[in-house]
């Protein structure tokens, strides 16, 4: 199975996060090409039908900056039949009132434009008080990272969250198949 992981980073903690844990985790699994969200063209949207994108949040609820420069673009996007997997960068603790909200920001636009979120992460064990990247409140749209406060538990819930992604990409896969 192909994958496009899309990110963004201004400090690097996230592109940090993608080659020290996420991409070993993924690579037994998975073919994953990786590109910079300020280097996407419009054929990176008709290239894969799974995606995986990865935003941190900035200060009081903003998207990082590449993502901000590239979000009218991506609020015109078709997601009809794609399937995305998000993972976010917050600050449970300093920015507790916005915590990973860049995760919801993302999502919601991309069920507005017909695509299927998937790998919803539970919200327990977190200590904030709101958050945008809520699909209820017991889940966020995807999993949540806190290199600020919680560096210890990133590989762990990466490894849970790519485990789980592995399910739900089988169950589509083997749907996809017995549909054509």
Do not use: C
């Not at 496009?4 to 985790?25: A, F, M, P, R």
């Not at 969200?37 to 990176?44: G, H, L």
């Not at 996007?77 to 794609?82: L, M, N, P």
């Not at 083997?174 to 054509?180: D, V």
């Amino acid at each position: 199975m192909r994958i496009k992981l899309i990110y963004g980073s201004d400090t690097g903690n996230t592109e940090n996060v993608i080659d020290n844990y996420l991409l070993s985790i993924f690579e037994p699994y998975f073919e994953i090409e990786t590109k910079s969200v300020n280097q996407i063209t419009p054929e990176d949207w008709t290239s894969h039908d799974t995606y995986i994108l990865s935003i941190p949040t900035w200060y009081d609820g903003v998207l990082q900056s590449d993502w901000e420069d590239y979000f009218e673009e991506f609020k015109k996007i078709d997601f009809t039949g794609k399937f995305v997997a998000i993972f976010g960068l917050g600050d449970q603790i300093g920015y507790a009132e916005y915590f990973v909200d860049g995760i919801g920001i993302l999502a919601k636009v991309i069920i507005d434009n017909g695509g299927e979120i998937i790998g919803y992460w539970p919200t327990e064990g977190y200590s904030y008080d709101e958050s945008k990247a809520l699909l209820n409140d017991d889940f966020f749209y995807g999993v949540a990272l806190d290199e600020d406060n919680e560096d210890d538990m990133t590989h762990y819930r990466l490894e849970k969250w790519v485990s789980k992604l592995k399910e739900e990409i089988e169950i589509i896969t083997t749907t996809k198949n017995n549909q054509a």
